[in-house]
């Protein structure tokens, strides 16, 4: 069946399948950092600072549900690459009725609670409201978001990473043209820049349902195959709920470290939300691989082919280090043209903090991506306890190394807290990665002495 990677060269798979996932990946930053470009330049730097105090909350609800939804689409792979066709229908069904349920519970607490953690976490009283209040338009939003990620990550479970990328580049595309309308026309402010994201996140994830009831029928459902399976709801929950609390954590630690940063004023606030953005968008592919390794790893371990495993870990990895390399050079050699995207020329204390940051942070890319193919393949294999614990030893060490730093470095000192993290990361999972080789190579051993007798 296409999208099957249980069988062909792995590489092969790997790189068609990832390559919309990091055009996704890519355009999925650039709508946040087309609204840090718009806000910035024509609104000001204290518009940029109260988006930029806003995004880690945004993205621990956010990163919350994308979690849920990549969680569930691990379970589904791993039907998929089982052939359990009927059982993952009724997947689809179970994750969807309680992913809904759950967003919408959500949404209120997080629209409730958005000034207070605003306020906890340090947020100058100048960008206050502006940044309540777009967190509440965001929350109300949330819905939209759940069910585009829902249906994005069932597709690609299926081994189909093509469609979710066209309807993503038409809401990018469509946040821009409303972020110009609502901010620079309109005169909207930050209130602007939210409307847009949320409309643009709500017609992309329209069209993406729209097509899978079309297009789609194993991952489509009618009335009747609405049902919540009791025994899933369980399955469910172990895969869903361990991925979506890692990705909170990381994001707690994000909030956390924005709260080492906020004391250091609106320029260091500025900065910081443009540095932050550079660096997701460079590592997008990295994080993109991390996911395509995690769909084949789930449906190889449905096909009981193991040793596919292995080979498709190692090729992964060169593929993500020719890339790190290759962005740490753009970023370190263009570091000041690119915070000048930001702000202007005038804001030259803005522009130096940035710079101080970039350039050491281009050097610690590598470990970033090393990070996430061992992420993509744990959670592929269904091994979630590894990737949660090393994803809070991780923000552990980056969140202390932050605090203990930035009063002696300012916000370099995050990059430099950052790269410690993931050092520790990688001590973790890579001596994790290299028991659960063994053992499958034990296994196949087993299997080729227990053939040989037959044979015999």
Not at 12 to 37: E, G, H, R, S, V
Not at 74 to 98: H, N, P, Q, R
Not at 427 to 453: D, M, P, T, V
Request: glycine content about 8%; overall charge positive; some cysteine.
């Amino acid at each position: 069946m296409k999208g099957d990677m249980t069988q062909g060269s792995s590489s092969k798979i790997l790189i068609t399948f990832t390559i919309p996932m990091i055009f996704a990946n890519i355009f999925q930053q650039l709508y946040n950092t087309t609204d840090a470009i718009i806000v910035g330049r024509f609104i000001g730097k204290n518009a940029l600072a109260a988006v930029g105090v806003a995004n880690p909350i945004m993205s621990i609800a956010i990163f919350f549900i994308l979690g849920i939804c990549i969680g569930t689409s691990l379970l589904m792979s791993e039907l998929f690459g089982s052939g359990d066709y009927k059982i993952l229908k009724k997947e689809v069904s179970t994750a969807l009725i309680v992913g809904i349920i759950f967003t919408v519970i959500m949404s209120v607490i997080c629209m409730f609670l958005s000034r207070w953690i605003l306020i906890i976490t340090g947020t100058p009283k100048e960008i206050l409201n502006d940044a309540d209040i777009f967190l509440k338009i965001i929350f109300g939003g949330l819905i939209f978001s759940f069910l585009y990620n829902f249906y994005s990550s069932a597709l690609r479970s299926i081994g189909n990473s093509k469609i979710p990328l066209i309807f993503l580049l038409v809401s990018c595309v469509l946040n821009g043209i409303l972020c110009i309308i609502f901010v620079v026309v309109l005169k909207l402010g930050v209130v602007g820049s939210a409307i847009a994201t949320v409309v643009a996140q709500g017609i992309s994830s329209i069209l993406c349902i729209i097509y899978v009831y079309l297009k789609i029928p194993l991952i489509s459902l009618n009335v009747s195959e609405l049902v919540v399976d009791k025994l899933l709801v369980s399955k469910t929950i172990q895969y869903s709920w361990v991925t979506a609390l890692q990705q909170t954590c990381l994001y707690i630690g994000k909030l956390l470290v924005q709260g080492a940063v906020n004391p250091f004023g609106i320029n260091a606030i500025a900065a910081y939300n443009s540095v932050t953005r550079v660096d997701s968008l460079v590592l997008a592919p990295a994080d993109s691989f991390s996911s395509s390794i995690g769909t084949y790893c789930a449906q190889n371990k449905g096909g009981k082919k193991f040793d596919r495993i292995i080979t498709g870990y190692k090729e992964s990895n060169i593929i993500v280090t020719a890339y790190c390399v290759t962005a740490a050079l753009f970023v370190f050699l263009g570091a000041g043209r690119i915070m000048n995207l930001f702000v202007p020329n005038s804001e030259k204390e803005v522009i130096l903090l940035g710079i101080k940051y970039l350039m050491p942070m281009s050097i610690f890319y590598i470990l970033s991506g090393f990070c996430n193919i061992y992420q993509g393949l744990f959670r592929g294999i269904g091994n979630l306890r590894i990737t949660f614990i090393a994803t809070v030893i991780q923000i552990f060490v980056r969140v202390a190394a932050s605090y203990i730093l930035s009063p002696y470095l300012g916000i370099s000192g995050v990059c430099y807290a950052m790269a410690l993290g993931w050092i520790f990361m990688i001590i973790y999972e890579g001596l994790a990665c290299k028991k659960y080789f063994k053992k499958i190579r034990q296994l196949n051993l087993s299997h080729c002495q227990l053939e040989y007798e037959k044979c015999s």
